[in-house]
């Protein structure tokens, strides 16, 4: 990717790749000024004056990885990795320089995506996403009542409830936990219905972005929660609106799942 000037118009080229739904920007950050990014982010991601995404991925040289994927939420917030938008990364890279693995260095530590499968613009990785951390049960009084959920990390804040059914109103209960004064930091909101022994279903509200198809972290999460507390055997197949992906855990996590080139293009800032 290399930028371009015309009549004193910037351009910006993009790579636009999804992961079940959850779709992001791919963007080489040296080609952009650094004090904007955020500005251009929520600028790009705009679902109706911009490309639309829920995030961009912005790519920098590293001599610890293959690259380094810098990542900012849609609302120009910063985060420290998604499960799905470094495994976009991992396909533009693969499609780009034929790589069967992608060493990518997040702000969570540094993710390894192992190509198992491509289908033309379709790229199946296993990803090795790091040892959870569990903070532990969690008890939070929000307007609609009190809720109990578990407090973990996998390289990124999550707050997993389990509920029998999903209510239509589990978007407007998920931004509030997202700003409950509890997560200084704010923090990821899966809510987890156990569908089988090894299988779950999820719907997600996603620390910066809102309501999406689907999260790479926010399954890893769901899973290891499930496990933790016993309602599950790994492996777990995690069920989201944009698509299922699976999730082993022992010790660390390996998450799988596709990710689907979408298109290129260039914007005009």
Not at 188 to 198: A, D, P
Not at 217 to 244: E, F, N, Y
Request: contains cysteine.
């Amino acid at each position: 990717m290399a930028s371009l000037t015309t009549n004193n118009m910037a351009i910006l080229p993009f790579v636009k790749a999804t992961a079940c739904g959850n779709d992001f920007l791919i963007i080489d950050g040296q080609i952009a000024p650094s004090e904007q990014l955020h500005a251009i982010t929520r600028s790009i991601c705009d679902r109706h004056n911009g490309v639309g995404a829920d995030g961009v991925e912005w790519l920098f040289k590293s001599d610890k990885a293959d690259l380094y994927a810098r990542l900012i939420n849609s609302d120009g917030s910063d985060a420290e990795v998604s499960g799905n938008g470094t495994r976009c990364v991992a396909a533009w890279y693969a499609h780009e320089h034929g790589a069967k693995e992608v060493r990518i260095l997040t702000d969570a530590g540094i993710k390894t995506c192992t190509l198992t499968a491509r289908d033309d613009m379709t790229f199946q990785f296993r990803s090795d996403m790091g040892v959870p951390e569990i903070a532990g049960e969690e008890t939070i009084q929000t307007t609609s009542g009190t809720h109990r959920g578990l407090r973990l990390s996998v390289g990124n804040p999550q707050f997993i409830v389990f509920v029998d059914e999903f209510t239509p109103d589990w978007p407007k209960l998920g931004a509030e936990l997202e700003h409950h004064p509890v997560f200084p930091n704010r923090t990821n909101v899966e809510f987890v219905k156990i569908t089988g022994r090894n299988e779950i279903e999820i719907r997600i509200f996603e620390r910066g972005a809102g309501e999406t198809q689907s999260s790479g972290t926010g399954s890893c999460a769901s899973a290891v929660a499930a496990v933790h507390t016993g309602r599950v055997q790994s492996p777990v197949k995690v069920v989201s609106p944009g698509g299922p992906q699976t999730v082993e855990w022992n010790e660390r996590i390996a998450l799988t799942g596709p990710a689907k080139i979408l298109c290129k293009g260039e914007y005009y800032l």
